[in-house]
C-alpha cells in the first residue's frame, strides 16, 4: 500500500478535483487505486454475510459511501461500523453492480462521486480503459480500403459473427476509431483468430489512425454499449448479403444495498 494509504494523499487528491479538471480527476483515480477507504456499514459488522455498505443516490444512480480516513470518519459523526477496504478491491467489488462510489458525502460541498465506470476503469487498469466522460458518434472518416480488408478478413473468421464501428473522443487522450467485435465464441482460440484478422487488415488503416477493438459481449465497455444501440454492423455473417453499411445530490443510508 502505497503512502496515500492512510488518507492524505487521498485527501490531496481529492480537494484538486474541480468542475472541468480531467486530469485532477484523473489523479484522483490513480490515488484512489493504491489507497484505501473507510466503508460505512449500514448494517452488520466487516466480514460477515450482514455487513451492507450504506446507500445514497444522486441523479438517479446508485452510490455507496465512504470516508478517506479516520479524521474524516470523526468528522462524518457515523456511529455504525465500518470498513477499511483497499480502492481496487471496493472498486471490482461495486462496478459489476453498477454502484459508484462516493468520497466524504459529509464534506463541505458534498465529497465526489466516482461512477461505476470509473470503477471499472480502477478495477480493470486505468491505463487499459479511455477516460471519461467519452464522445462517442459515427466515424466520418472515409477509409472503404480499411473497412473493405476487415469484412474480407472477417468472412475468412469463422468466430466473427459481425463488426460494428465508432469513432471515441476521450476526455483526455486521442480520439481513435473503435471496431466492435461481435463474436461466436470467445475462447482462447477464437480470440487469437480475430487477432490475426486484424493484424491481417491493418495495411488498410491511414497513418497515425489509433484502431481499437471492442467486445461486444461486455456488457460494462460504454462503447459497446453505444455500439448495441446506435451502430448498424458494416459486416454480418447471419444477414442476408452482408456488405458494408455507410458510412442535484439526494443522500441517505441503507435503503438499498450496495451489492457485494
Do not use: K
Not at 159 to 169: E, G, I, P
Amino acid at each position: 500500500m502505497s503512502a496515500g494509504a492512510g488518507g492524505g494523499g487521498l485527501e490531496h487528491a481529492l480537494r484538486q478535483v474541480t468542475p472541468g479538471r480531467y486530469d485532477a480527476y484523473e489523479d484522483l483515480l490513480r490515488t484512489l487505486a493504491d489507497s484505501q477507504v473507510w466503508m460505512l456499514l449500514w448494517q452488520g459488522a466487516p466480514g460477515t454475510a450482514e455487513a451492507q455498505y450504506g446507500n445514497m443516490e444522486v441523479a438517479g444512480y446508485g452510490y455507496a459511501p465512504c470516508v478517506t480516513s479516520p479524521q474524516e470518519l470523526s468528522a462524518s459523526g457515523w456511529a455504525r461500523a465500518h470498513e477499511v477496504v483497499s480502492g481496487r478491491d471496493i472498486a471490482a467489488s461495486l462496478f459489476p453492480d453498477r454502484w459508484g462510489l462516493w468520497l466524504n458525502p459529509h464534506a463541505p460541498g458534498g465529497g465526489v462521486g466516482i461512477p461505476w465506470l470509473d470503477l471499472r476503469r480502477i478495477a480493470a487498469g486505468l491505463d487499459r480503459l479511455p477516460a471519461g466522460p467519452l464522445t462517442i458518434s459515427e466515424p466520418a472518416l472515409q477509409i472503404p480500403q480499411y473497412y473493405a480488408l476487415l469484412v474480407q478478413h472477417a468472412h475468412r473468421t469463422p468466430v466473427v459473427r459481425a463488426l460494428r464501428r465508432a469513432w471515441v473522443q476521450p476526455a483526455l487522450g486521442e480520439p481513435y476509431l473503435a471496431i466492435g467485435l461481435d463474436m461466436y465464441d470467445a475462447g482462447p482460440a477464437a480470440v487469437e483468430s480475430v487477432r490475426v484478422m486484424m493484424q491481417q487488415s491493418i495495411a488498410g488503416v491511414p497513418p497515425g489512425l489509433p484502431v481499437s477493438t471492442v467486445a461486444m459481449a461486455d456488457e460494462y465497455d460504454p462503447v459497446a454499449m453505444w455500439m448495441r444501440v446506435r451502430a448498424q454492423p458494416f459486416y454480418d455473417r447471419d444477414a442476408q448479403g452482408s456488405a458494408p453499411a455507410p458510412g442535484g445530490a439526494a443522500w441517505g443510508w441503507g435503503t438499498s444495498p450496495a451489492g457485494r
